[in-house]
Protein backbone atom coordinates (compact mmCIF):
# COMPACT_ATOMS: atom_id res chain seq x y z
CA UNK A 1 0.00 0.00 0.00
CA UNK A 2 1.51 3.41 -1.09
CA UNK A 3 2.31 5.92 1.78
CA UNK A 4 -0.65 8.28 1.09
CA UNK A 5 -3.36 5.42 0.85
CA UNK A 6 -2.23 4.81 4.24
CA UNK A 7 -1.99 8.04 5.49
CA UNK A 8 -5.82 8.71 4.37
CA UNK A 9 -7.39 5.39 6.15
CA UNK A 10 -5.24 5.98 9.05
CA UNK A 11 -6.96 9.35 9.26
CA UNK A 12 -9.81 9.98 11.55
CA UNK A 13 -11.81 11.12 8.92
CA UNK A 14 -11.99 7.63 7.31
CA UNK A 15 -14.41 5.04 8.07
CA UNK A 16 -16.26 1.67 6.65
CA UNK A 17 -19.73 2.24 6.51
CA UNK A 18 -22.89 0.33 5.24
CA UNK A 19 -25.37 2.09 3.42
CA UNK A 20 -29.39 1.33 3.31
CA UNK A 21 -29.25 -1.43 1.43
CA UNK A 22 -25.80 -3.37 3.22
CA UNK A 23 -23.47 -2.35 0.95
CA UNK A 24 -20.36 -1.95 2.54
CA UNK A 25 -18.02 1.35 1.26
CA UNK A 26 -15.15 3.64 2.15
CA UNK A 27 -16.18 6.47 3.47
CA UNK A 28 -14.10 10.21 4.43
CA UNK A 29 -15.93 12.91 5.70
CA UNK A 30 -14.65 16.27 6.49
CA UNK A 31 -16.51 18.90 8.50
CA UNK A 32 -15.31 21.67 6.34
CA UNK A 33 -13.60 22.60 2.76
CA UNK A 34 -10.33 23.56 4.39
CA UNK A 35 -10.17 20.25 6.23
CA UNK A 36 -10.98 18.26 3.26
CA UNK A 37 -8.29 20.59 0.94
CA UNK A 38 -5.53 20.08 3.69
CA UNK A 39 -5.35 16.21 3.24
CA UNK A 40 -5.52 16.72 -0.16
CA UNK A 41 -2.03 18.74 0.56
CA UNK A 42 -1.11 16.15 2.59
CA UNK A 43 -1.84 13.02 1.09
CA UNK A 44 -3.68 13.04 -1.69
CA UNK A 45 -0.68 13.94 -4.34
CA UNK A 46 -0.27 10.73 -6.72
CA UNK A 47 1.71 9.49 -9.87
CA UNK A 48 -1.56 10.32 -11.88
CA UNK A 49 -1.49 13.83 -10.73
CA UNK A 50 -0.83 15.30 -14.06
CA UNK A 51 -4.31 14.42 -15.24
CA UNK A 52 -5.84 16.60 -12.89
CA UNK A 53 -3.94 19.83 -14.25
CA UNK A 54 -5.73 20.60 -17.17
CA UNK A 55 -7.49 24.44 -16.96
CA UNK A 56 -10.94 22.86 -19.28
CA UNK A 57 -10.75 19.97 -17.07
CA UNK A 58 -10.38 21.16 -13.70
CA UNK A 59 -11.99 24.70 -13.90
CA UNK A 60 -9.48 26.46 -12.98
CA UNK A 61 -9.04 29.06 -16.01
CA UNK A 62 -5.98 30.47 -15.73
CA UNK A 63 -5.42 30.02 -11.92
CA UNK A 64 -2.84 27.73 -11.10
CA UNK A 65 -3.28 24.81 -9.15
CA UNK A 66 -0.24 25.67 -6.67
CA UNK A 67 -2.17 29.40 -6.51
CA UNK A 68 -5.18 26.97 -5.65
CA UNK A 69 -3.05 25.08 -3.02
CA UNK A 70 -1.93 28.27 -1.00
CA UNK A 71 -5.67 30.31 -0.96
CA UNK A 72 -7.84 27.29 -0.83
CA UNK A 73 -10.50 28.71 -2.96
CA UNK A 74 -11.37 28.78 -6.83
CA UNK A 75 -11.03 32.45 -8.49
CA UNK A 76 -13.17 31.17 -11.26
CA UNK A 77 -16.42 29.95 -8.99
CA UNK A 78 -16.13 32.76 -7.22
CA UNK A 79 -16.36 34.98 -10.99
CA UNK A 80 -19.00 32.99 -11.97
CA UNK A 81 -20.77 33.56 -8.82
CA UNK A 82 -20.77 37.18 -8.96
CA UNK A 83 -21.60 37.58 -12.88
CA UNK A 84 -24.58 37.17 -14.82
CA UNK A 85 -23.91 33.35 -15.10
CA UNK A 86 -25.76 33.39 -11.16
CA UNK A 87 -28.74 35.26 -12.18
CA UNK A 88 -31.96 33.44 -11.53
CA UNK A 89 -34.57 32.98 -14.71
CA UNK A 90 -37.81 34.42 -12.47
CA UNK A 91 -36.92 37.04 -9.31
CA UNK A 92 -37.77 35.31 -6.07
CA UNK A 93 -39.51 37.17 -3.28
CA UNK A 94 -36.57 37.61 -0.05
CA UNK A 95 -38.92 37.77 3.60
CA UNK A 96 -36.15 38.68 6.31
CA UNK A 97 -34.24 40.97 4.17
CA UNK A 98 -32.49 44.08 6.24
CA UNK A 99 -33.57 47.21 6.00
CA UNK A 100 -32.80 50.52 7.66
CA UNK A 101 -34.95 51.22 11.05
CA UNK A 102 -34.60 53.60 13.81
CA UNK A 103 -34.00 51.11 15.88
CA UNK A 104 -33.02 47.23 15.57
CA UNK A 105 -30.60 44.62 15.85
CA UNK A 106 -27.22 46.66 14.86
CA UNK A 107 -26.35 50.12 13.81
CA UNK A 108 -25.65 51.01 10.34
CA UNK A 109 -22.37 53.03 11.07
CA UNK A 110 -22.78 55.43 8.09
CA UNK A 111 -26.10 56.59 9.04
CA UNK A 112 -25.01 56.69 12.59
CA UNK A 113 -22.13 59.38 11.36
CA UNK A 114 -24.23 61.21 8.95
CA UNK A 115 -26.93 62.13 11.61
CA UNK A 116 -29.70 60.15 9.71
CA UNK A 117 -32.52 59.49 11.30
CA UNK A 118 -32.75 55.79 9.89
CA UNK A 119 -29.35 54.59 11.48
CA UNK A 120 -30.32 51.09 12.45
CA UNK A 121 -30.36 47.97 10.48
CA UNK A 122 -33.27 45.50 11.60
CA UNK A 123 -34.25 42.32 9.97
CA UNK A 124 -37.87 41.42 8.85
CA UNK A 125 -38.80 37.97 10.74
CA UNK A 126 -39.70 35.30 8.18
CA UNK A 127 -40.68 31.77 8.16
CA UNK A 128 -38.69 30.02 6.15
CA UNK A 129 -38.29 26.40 7.01
CA UNK A 130 -34.43 25.31 7.76
CA UNK A 131 -32.86 23.20 4.61
CA UNK A 132 -30.75 20.29 4.53
CA UNK A 133 -29.34 20.23 1.06
CA UNK A 134 -26.88 17.00 0.29
CA UNK A 135 -25.43 17.20 -3.45
CA UNK A 136 -24.27 14.69 -4.76
CA UNK A 137 -21.67 15.94 -7.07
CA UNK A 138 -19.91 13.91 -9.97
CA UNK A 139 -19.47 14.78 -13.49
CA UNK A 140 -17.57 12.47 -15.78
CA UNK A 141 -14.45 12.97 -17.70
CA UNK A 142 -15.83 14.38 -21.28
CA UNK A 143 -18.09 17.01 -19.20
CA UNK A 144 -16.68 20.97 -19.67
CA UNK A 145 -16.47 22.60 -16.88
CA UNK A 146 -17.86 25.79 -18.50
CA UNK A 147 -21.12 23.69 -18.63
CA UNK A 148 -21.11 23.12 -15.04
CA UNK A 149 -19.93 26.62 -13.78
CA UNK A 150 -22.94 28.17 -14.67
CA UNK A 151 -25.45 25.86 -12.88
CA UNK A 152 -23.07 25.38 -9.56
CA UNK A 153 -23.23 29.04 -9.37
CA UNK A 154 -26.97 29.40 -9.81
CA UNK A 155 -27.34 27.25 -6.99
CA UNK A 156 -24.31 29.05 -4.37
CA UNK A 157 -26.20 32.04 -5.03
CA UNK A 158 -29.38 30.51 -4.31
CA UNK A 159 -28.56 29.24 -1.26
CA UNK A 160 -26.59 32.80 -0.34
CA UNK A 161 -29.72 34.72 -1.31
CA UNK A 162 -32.04 32.00 1.04
CA UNK A 163 -29.55 33.17 4.21
CA UNK A 164 -29.79 36.09 3.69
CA UNK A 165 -33.43 36.04 3.78
CA UNK A 166 -33.32 34.70 7.03
CA UNK A 167 -33.19 30.83 6.45
CA UNK A 168 -30.92 28.83 7.31
CA UNK A 169 -29.39 25.90 5.00
CA UNK A 170 -27.08 23.22 5.79
CA UNK A 171 -24.95 22.15 3.13
CA UNK A 172 -22.86 18.83 2.31
CA UNK A 173 -21.57 17.80 -1.17
CA UNK A 174 -21.02 14.18 -1.56
CA UNK A 175 -18.83 12.23 -4.47
CA UNK A 176 -18.61 8.63 -4.77
CA UNK A 177 -16.54 6.22 -7.30
CA UNK A 178 -15.51 2.77 -8.03
CA UNK A 179 -12.42 2.23 -6.68
CA UNK A 180 -9.32 0.08 -7.27
CA UNK A 181 -10.70 -1.04 -10.76
CA UNK A 182 -13.07 -2.79 -9.03
CA UNK A 183 -16.75 -3.23 -9.18
CA UNK A 184 -17.58 -3.76 -6.10
CA UNK A 185 -15.33 -1.41 -3.98
CA UNK A 186 -16.64 2.01 -3.27
CA UNK A 187 -15.57 5.18 -1.69
CA UNK A 188 -17.75 8.03 -0.86
CA UNK A 189 -16.51 12.04 -0.03
CA UNK A 190 -18.39 13.75 2.21
CA UNK A 191 -17.63 17.58 2.95
CA UNK A 192 -19.66 19.78 5.31
CA UNK A 193 -19.95 23.52 3.64
CA UNK A 194 -19.59 26.30 5.39
CA UNK A 195 -22.79 28.16 3.91
CA UNK A 196 -22.25 31.89 5.94
CA UNK A 197 -18.97 31.99 3.58
CA UNK A 198 -19.63 32.88 0.11
CA UNK A 199 -16.42 32.36 -1.16
CA UNK A 200 -16.39 28.64 0.27
CA UNK A 201 -20.46 28.06 -1.23
CA UNK A 202 -18.78 28.76 -4.51
CA UNK A 203 -15.80 26.57 -4.12
CA UNK A 204 -17.71 23.37 -3.06
CA UNK A 205 -20.73 23.47 -5.68
CA UNK A 206 -17.88 24.10 -8.73
CA UNK A 207 -15.90 22.43 -11.08
CA UNK A 208 -12.92 22.76 -9.08
CA UNK A 209 -13.46 21.05 -5.97
CA UNK A 210 -15.00 17.82 -7.23
CA UNK A 211 -11.74 17.24 -9.55
CA UNK A 212 -9.30 18.33 -7.47
CA UNK A 213 -9.96 18.15 -3.91
CA UNK A 214 -12.81 15.07 -4.00
CA UNK A 215 -11.22 12.96 -6.69
CA UNK A 216 -8.03 13.76 -5.88
CA UNK A 217 -8.69 12.17 -2.68
CA UNK A 218 -10.57 9.16 -3.94
CA UNK A 219 -7.74 8.08 -6.04
CA UNK A 220 -5.58 8.54 -3.36
CA UNK A 221 -7.87 6.03 -1.17
CA UNK A 222 -7.80 3.56 -4.32
CA UNK A 223 -4.55 2.73 -4.12
CA UNK A 224 -3.82 2.28 -7.79
CA UNK A 225 -2.38 5.34 -9.61
CA UNK A 226 -3.80 4.39 -12.73
CA UNK A 227 -7.70 4.16 -11.27
CA UNK A 228 -10.32 5.78 -14.16
CA UNK A 229 -12.35 6.40 -10.85
CA UNK A 230 -15.65 4.71 -12.53
CA UNK A 231 -19.18 7.03 -11.36
CA UNK A 232 -21.58 5.12 -9.99
CA UNK A 233 -25.17 5.71 -11.77
CA UNK A 234 -27.22 4.05 -9.20
CA UNK A 235 -29.06 5.51 -6.41
CA UNK A 236 -26.17 4.19 -3.70
CA UNK A 237 -27.24 6.75 -0.81
CA UNK A 238 -31.07 7.65 -0.86
CA UNK A 239 -32.54 11.09 -0.27
CA UNK A 240 -29.08 12.84 -2.51
CA UNK A 241 -30.36 15.12 -5.42
CA UNK A 242 -27.76 14.47 -7.65
CA UNK A 243 -25.61 16.59 -9.78
CA UNK A 244 -24.39 14.23 -12.75
CA UNK A 245 -24.22 13.63 -15.87
CA UNK A 246 -25.07 10.00 -14.54
CA UNK A 247 -28.52 10.69 -12.87
CA UNK A 248 -30.45 12.45 -15.54
CA UNK A 249 -29.12 15.52 -17.21
CA UNK A 250 -27.01 18.31 -14.72
CA UNK A 251 -29.79 20.62 -15.43
CA UNK A 252 -32.33 18.11 -13.95
CA UNK A 253 -30.16 18.10 -10.76
CA UNK A 254 -29.68 21.70 -11.04
CA UNK A 255 -33.17 22.59 -10.79
CA UNK A 256 -34.06 19.89 -8.21
CA UNK A 257 -31.62 22.01 -5.72
CA UNK A 258 -32.96 25.73 -6.83
CA UNK A 259 -36.68 24.56 -6.39
CA UNK A 260 -35.47 23.41 -2.65
CA UNK A 261 -34.07 26.83 -1.96
CA UNK A 262 -37.31 28.56 -3.68
CA UNK A 263 -38.50 31.53 -1.60
CA UNK A 264 -42.23 32.56 -1.87
Known amino acids: MRANTAAIIASPEYSLMTNPKGAKYHSLRYPSIISAHAAVIANARTENEDSWKRPSFIGLNGQ ?11 IYAQQCLESSLARMTTPAKKPGEVRNTVTGGFWDIPSVIAGLPLAARSRVRTKLPPINLKLWVAYSGYT ?52 SDISALAFALSPVYMRTISAALLCALSDKPEDSLPMIKEDFLPGLIPLSNFSGSLSEGADKALAALKIS
Not at 161 to 186: H, M, P, Q, V
Open 144 to 195: NEKDIAPLTAKIAKALWDYIKAGGIANLSIITGCRIRNDKAEIAVIETRVNT
Open 64 to 74: TLADLDKTGRS
